[in-house]
């Protein structure tokens, strides 16, 4: 599965933006789409995930209650919305897709989109 991910950009603390990743190939339902950051000299961290069937979702505490991830079986697609964001919130966004089922970790996500910039600024 190909993954393009879009729509990151610069945005003021308290703004908001949503986040694109359009796949190309089939997406089965045991599959699990996820969201990953990663700021330079760190690691790629967990942000969110869901279950391509179910659409069940998960989240990293750091960005409950601010973000939210959903898919459109009929668009091929996965989204994060991310309001209230921070200036911590600063990193390049990845999607992925995990044919193994939910994990919170890096190695378990098969397919990797580019990274999308987001840039907040306090």
């Known amino acids: 599965v190909q993954l393009q991910a879009s729509g990151g950009g610069l945005v003021q603390a308290g703004g908001s933006l949503r986040l694109s990743c359009a796949a190309s190939?089939?997406?089965?339902?045991?599959?699990?789409m996820g969201w990953f950051r990663q700021t330079p000299g760190s690691e790629r961290e967990f942000v969110a995930a869901?279950?391509?069937?179910?659409?069940?979702?998960y989240y990293a505490d750091f960005v409950k209650g601010r973000f939210t991830i959903s898919r459109s079986t009929a668009e091929n697609a996965v989204y994060l919305q991310m309001n209230s964001l921070e200036p911590e919130d600063t990193a390049d966004y990845y999607c992925?897709?995990?044919?193994?089922?939910?994990?919170?970790?890096?190695?378990?996500?098969?397919?990797w989109g580019q990274g999308t910039l987001v840039t907040v600024s306090s």
């Open positions: 992925a897709i995990s044919r193994s089922g939910l994990s919170y970790t890096v190695t378990a996500y098969n397919d």
């Open positions: 190939g089939r997406i089965f339902s045991s599959h699990v």
């Open positions: 869901v279950r391509w069937g179910t659409g069940k979702t």
